[in-house]
């Protein structure tokens, strides 16, 4: 088990709806990256927070936003649903924002756009 | 877009035997990480190799890499049936972000 933490572990939305999930990461770590993981795929990069400033950003539009706080938990914000947007959300916390930083995930939230 | 892709995409053997699953990238990368995911949860980080390096080891995992081919290998050795997940691998080409593949399902019989 890691020391990262997400919430809520389910999460059934309508298309429309907007929805907002959490990540706590782990202590001593001020990177957090989001990650999209559709059944059956690996998952996909959405985008990554350092020290609060976002420092980067995958292919996906908007719609998909987020905020990192001041101890380095972060929100991911997804407007207006739509049915595509069902997957496994992930988040990972590292000590830096480099690639060869090892990233600690989290269990996942499992989102239903319905 | 996923860079990488994971070959074969499901593996199935007996406890004991030896697991090899292969990932061919696109670009040029920094580094390589394998990861492995049990049934939909999070992922944990099995192993870096680093552009330069050839071969690296940890425990009974064995990670090759070959730039020219663009091309890695993972192989467990005295597989467990506890070592039944998904298995994928990850690059950065050349940025701060890691890529993921589309994942090796292996499955370890009793």
């Known amino acids: 088990e890691t020391g990262v933490t997400q919430s809520p572990t389910h999460l059934i939305k309508t298309r429309g709806q907007q929805v907002t999930l959490r990540c706590s990461s782990q202590?001593?770590?001020?990177?957090v990256s989001w990650y999209q993981q559709a059944l059956g795929q690996g998952p996909q990069f959405i985008f990554q927070?350092?020290?609060?400033?976002?420092?980067g950003r995958g292919n996906f539009p908007p719609r998909f936003s987020g905020l990192q706080f001041p101890n380095y938990s972060s929100e991911l914000n997804v407007n207006a649903l739509e049915l595509d947007d069902s997957a496994l959300y992930l988040c990972?916390?590292?000590?830096?924002?480099?690639?060869?930083?090892?990233?600690?995930f989290g269990p996942g939230t499992r989102l239903t756009v319905l | 877009s996923q860079q990488g892709e994971e070959d074969p995409q499901a593996l199935s053997i007996q406890e004991g035997e030896n697991a090899t699953m292969n990932c061919s990238y696109k670009?040029?990368?920094?580094?390589l990480q394998w990861y492995r995911q049990n049934s939909g949860r999070g992922l944990v980080h099995l192993i870096l190799?680093?552009?330069?390096?050839r071969e690296k080891h940890s425990g009974r995992l064995r990670v090759t890499l070959d730039t020219s081919k663009k091309s890695s290998s993972l192989l467990i050795t005295a597989s467990r049936a506890a070592d039944t997940a998904s298995y994928f691998c990850?690059?950065?080409?050349?940025?701060?972000?890691?890529?993921f593949g589309t994942g090796t399902r292996l499955q370890v019989f009793p």
């Open positions: 990972a916390s590292s000590e830096g924002p480099l690639s060869y930083n090892e990233q600690f």
């Open positions: 190799i680093r552009s330069n390096e």
């Open positions: 927070y350092y020290r609060e400033e976002e420092n």
């Open positions: 990850a690059t950065d080409h050349n940025t701060d972000k890691l890529i």
């Open positions: 202590s001593g770590h001020n990177t």
């Open positions: 670009t040029s990368i920094n580094n």
